[in-house]
């Protein structure tokens, strides 16, 4: 991958740039980021189209290995976590004076902890490095979503595309009534999968080993020490700090839902033999190559080969063209979920197309 490329994946810093430079300038510049996000990457993805290149097969190996792509995660974190304390600074002491100043602030903090916080701890949360992993909880623990390390992984990542995935939308299922159930059932069946993890490891399922405990605390924890240390510096109690630490959670992590809509809607795997489904393959999650928005996302938008091949690191991913394409980046997508009349004007068209093109690829492999 050529440094063009490279030095690409740092455009995801502009979204906190635009949304510091907002509030600066006061007022409605506070919807700075969310013009960036939602209009302008979406008129750069029409302008700049897709991009199918995938890596030769014989440098995989190479370009995964290369340092640089974990860099720019690294690098990240650290920012998320100077960001947030900057973000907590300004709740507390700035100059937020309208509820609409406020609900811009919030929600473009939430494009940083949520639209790319999120999307960092995913890529890092698939990979068998403990700093990784670690780096992956942290930046979940911003956004009150750690059951998502488990879930994602343990569940998501096994029952995608079959009726035992809350995270996989039904087709005719709008974006509201998914979000319920992904949320819920989503965080129920993490404290299920991690029950088991410690009965058959021989713990109880109440001891500190048990990682649920930990990722429903934590967050907690978290709050109530950074409450507690500006509370102290102020001499009264900044009540304002959990009220946002709680509203740009939950505007993150409904940004992340509306992404899990998006990736797999309407799709299902063949039933093999009762409760037994076909091996996840690319054509088990929508696809999307616009360039400008997978640089942003670190190719989170070349969903269907993550699927097929979890471990791959984000700068390998391949575009395959037999994948259900998305008619352009997630950045566009995520407003057209919460219009379901139109969305399900222009999705389930090509969802039909998939069925059809799926049917084939399975006669194919099964004459």
């Known amino acids: 991958m050529n440094w063009g490329k490279k030095i690409g994946f740092f455009t995801a810093f502009l979204i906190p740039a635009t949304a510091v430079t907002g509030y600066y300038l006061g007022g409605g510049w506070n919807y700075l980021a969310i013009s960036l996000a939602f209009f302008i990457i979406p008129a750069l993805d029409v302008m700049f189209g897709t991009d199918p290149a995938n890596v ?4 995989i190996k190479q370009v995964s290995g290369e340092f640089f792509y974990r860099f720019v995660l690294y690098c990240w974190v650290y920012f998320q976590l100077a960001f947030m304390g900057w973000g907590f600074y300004v709740v507390a002491f700035g100059q937020l004076h309208y509820w609409w100043e406020w609900f811009g602030f919030a929600l473009s903090f939430a494009l940083v902890t949520g639209g790319i916080g999120i999307t960092v ?35 998501h990542h096994v029952h995608v595309a079959t ?4 995270a996989t939308a039904k087709k ?14 989503g965080y129920i069946h993490a404290w299920k999968l991690e029950n088991e993890r ?44 959990p009220a946002f630490f709680f509203a740009q959670s939950l505007l993150a992590f409904t940004l992340l839902e509306q992404v899990n809509y998006i990736e797999h809607y309407g799709i299902v ?24 928005s997978n640089f942003f996302l670190f190719q989170l938008q070349r969903h269907s080969d993550h699927h097929a091949n979890a471990i791959k690191r984000y700068q390998v991913l391949y575009h395959y063209d037999e994948s259900p394409q998305l008619p352009t980046g997630y ?26 093109h799926d049917q084939v690829l399975n006669e194919q492999a099964h004459p």
């Open 198 to 241: 410690m009965r058959r490891k021989g713990h109880n399922v109440f001891s500190s080993r048990n990682e649920m405990i930990w990722f429903t605390l934590l967050p907690l924890f978290f709050c109530a020490l950074v409450t507690l240390g500006f509370s102290l510096y102020a001499g009264f109690i900044v009540w304002q700090i």
């Open 163 to 166: 009726p035992e995935d809350p």
């Open 269 to 292: 795997r063949k039933e093999i033999a009762p409760g037994k489904y076909e091996r996840v393959n690319p054509v088990h999650s929508w696809n999307a190559s616009q360039i400008v």
């Open 331 to 356: 950045s566009a997508m995520v407003i057209l979920c919460l219009l379901p009349p139109l969305w399900f004007s222009i999705m389930n068209k090509r969802l039909e197309k998939w069925y059809g």
């Open 121 to 155: 701890a995913h890529e890092l949360g698939h990979k068998k490095s403990k700093l990784e992993r670690f780096y992956s909880k942290v930046l979940l623990m911003t956004v009150c979503y750690m059951h998502f390390y488990i879930e994602h992984n343990r569940g």
């Open 172 to 185: 005719g299922e709008n974006f509201y009534t998914f979000w319920v159930r992904s949320v819920f059932k």
């Open 56 to 59: 030769p097969e014989e440098k």
